[in-house]
């Protein structure tokens, strides 16, 4: 039980002796604050809802309520004002916290909230046939650690690769190359070939409107199975797979399920005849749609006047094989934000249905990656490519262990650890419905608040620990005053913060929670550093020391990798 958990415990039983028997400590707790000034005290208990229940003024309530909180973790209470200021014990509470990380290592912070109920996650979903763009790493990073967060909190995340591998686009594509395209051309360079003819259709269906009509000719043909269609639909996926398994292995992002859009289309009938038999079904101009007037929302289109399926029938068909497979606790789709209202569609026509899980779906929006302040466009040619900005971020990473590290062991490891890193922290330190500037220089600058910042905070707490021949250990012994600088304080309250942290990361699908927090705890720990002398002479005042030193280094590795990051112990 954390320390905060103890001094709510002891404000719920002084408040229950004054009378008061409805506010329980989880109530408490949510009242803690945290005073802006830390000579006002640790923790702070705002008295003003209590005012109504003891017919008080809340500064004589929080006089009464000082003199009867008392033991440890805290060493006094004080009331100013309408509030109650409390001061911890800070030695119990270094021991406390400290000991638990000891013992705990990578599990500290860790619940079983989820009682270990499956979570599908939807995420990267990338369009085969197309480049792996830096638009489409916001939805990979943020959903790989998102189900991080989510493990961590007790649940069984199930990452599902949504691949898009369906579509008009496909009918597109197939025209054109079947206008345009070199077979060996295609297959030398797959990516960039068949890119190239994607934007040449849309610059000649300018010139020639007719092609679009094509385009959705050949998709059909795809649907009604034509062996032809079939068989240029299968080859571009194959060779679009291969290129993006590139990329998620050098992001250590791994998949459960790469069953794409094509996956669902022998499930669609079923959806469409569910709706049926639901009457839920409207035919608007010859297509069916569900009506969704009595939310203020648009029809959902099902099935369009030729017959075609759209994303709703084939993500309602998605849903269903989702909850009936893996009888979810929650269902995750990280998907940009131009699509909030397709998932409210999504979510209101299965309420519609009566799927009373419909509710424990959640569209994780997220902001655009912007180049030049503008979305980038795969249609334009537009794009900046994931893999040519890993790869550079890679080569400037190594650069820099060259000139600084040269006999550094494992250099090319270190350099891919640091380097994909800083392009995964740059993205998650930002809160994911903010839009991001594609910038070169901000990405890469291993400096401040960025990724190889933290690791290399890292690093060298972990060579502290090799200079003090540090011996592993899971109990905190501290001798008194070791630890009694404010900088030493700092860092244990932002330790002591790390449940927490995760919990509201959870709560609230944010990374960014986690992001912020490894980079305080990281600048709190150089100030540590750069004031207390951490290998003294005494060694037992040496031992206490690295043993918080130890805490911060599991902490800040387990920060990392929820996040995606590796923690190299040099750098």
């Keep these: 039980m ?15 002796s004054l009378g008061v028997d409805t506010f329980p400590t989880e109530t408490v707790y949510g009242m803690l604050e945290t005073p802006p000034n830390p000579a006002m005290g640790d923790i702070a208990f705002p008295c003003f809802q209590l005012a109504k229940a003891l017919r008080k003024a809340p500064p004589m309530i929080a006089t009464e309520l000082a003199e009867k909180i008392e033991g440890a973790p805290l060493r006094s209470a004080q009331a100013v004002g309408p509030y109650v200021n409390l001061f911890l014990d800070q030695e119990n509470v270094a021991a406390q916290v ?50 991080n967060i989510m493990e961590k909190r007790g649940y069984q995340p199930v990452r599902i690769n949504h691949l898009g591998d369906w579509g008009t686009q496909f009918g597109k594509l197939i025209v054109a190359y079947r206008l345009w395209g070199d077979e060996e051309k295609v297959k030398a360079e797959p990516i960039k070939e068949l890119l190239s003819l994607y934007v040449r259709f849309h610059e000649e269906a300018e010139k020639d409107p007719t092609l679009e009509d094509q385009g959705r000719e050949w998709f059909k043909k795809l649907e009604d199975g034509d ?70 929302m648009p029809p959902c289109l099902i099935k369009k006047s030729d017959g075609a399926t759209l994303y709703a029938t084939r993500d309602l068909a998605a849903a269903l094989y989702r909850h009936e497979t893996y009888d979810f606790a929650k269902a995750l789709y990280v998907v940009g934000n131009e699509q909030r209202l397709h998932f409210q569609q999504l979510y209101k026509v299965l309420e519609k249905m009566g799927y009373a899980w419909s509710a424990d779906m959640h569209h994780i929006p997220f902001g655009m990656m912007l180049k030049d302040g503008k979305k980038m466009s795969t249609r334009k040619g537009k794009v900046v490519l ?31 650890q640091v380097g994909v890193g800083a392009v995964i922290f740059h993205d998650l330190k930002n809160y994911r419905l903010n839009d991001i500037n594609f910038s070169w220089e901000e990405m890469l600058t291993f400096e401040g608040e960025t990724g190889p910042y933290v690791q290399y905070t890292h690093a060298r707490a972990c060579s502290i620990l090799r200079k003090g021949n540090y011996q592993p250990q899971t109990t905190a012994s501290l001798v008194p005053g070791a630890l009694d600088s404010k900088e030493a304080w700092a860092v244990i309250t932002l330790l002591n913060g790390f449940p927490e942290v995760i919990e509201r990361a959870s709560d609230n ?31 037992d005042v040496k031992a206490s020391r690295l043993q918080l030193v130890a805490a911060v280094v599991a902490v800040l590795k387990e920060g990392l990798r929820l996040l995606g990051l590796a923690a190299p112990e040099e750098m």
């Design 2 to 16: 954390s320390y905060k958990h103890q001094v709510a415990e002891k404000i719920a039983a002084a408040l229950t």
């Design 98 to 147: 400290i000991g638990t990380i000891l013992e705990q290592g990578s599990a500290y912070g860790s619940s079983q909230v989820g009682q270990g109920r499956k979570v599908p996650i939807d995420l990267s979903s990338p369009n085969i046939a197309k480049p792996f763009s830096m638009g489409h790493l916001r939805s990979t990073v943020i959903g790989n650690a998102i189900a």
């Design 227 to 296: 062996a032809e269609a079939q068989h240029l639909w299968k080859w571009f996926r194959d060779e679009s797979l291969k290129e993006f398994m590139k990329i998620y292995e050098l992001m250590n992002v791994s998949f459960d399920s790469t069953h794409g859009e094509a996956f669902y289309n022998d499930k669609m009938d079923r959806v469409v005849t569910l709706l049926e038999e639901k009457g839920l079904l409207t035919e608007s101009d010859g297509a069916l749609v569900v009506n969704l007037d009595e939310y203020n």
């Design 386 to 416: 994931l893999e040519e900005v890993l790869a550079q971020a890679i080569a400037d990473v190594q650069k820099v262990i060259e000139e600084k590290n040269p006999t550094l062991a494992n250099k090319e490891e270190v350099a891919r």
């Design 509 to 539: 699908f944010d990374p960014s929670q986690i992001g912020k927090y490894v980079i305080d705890l990281a600048q709190s720990f150089n100030k540590f550093y750069a004031n207390v002398r951490i290998l003294a002479e005494e060694e």
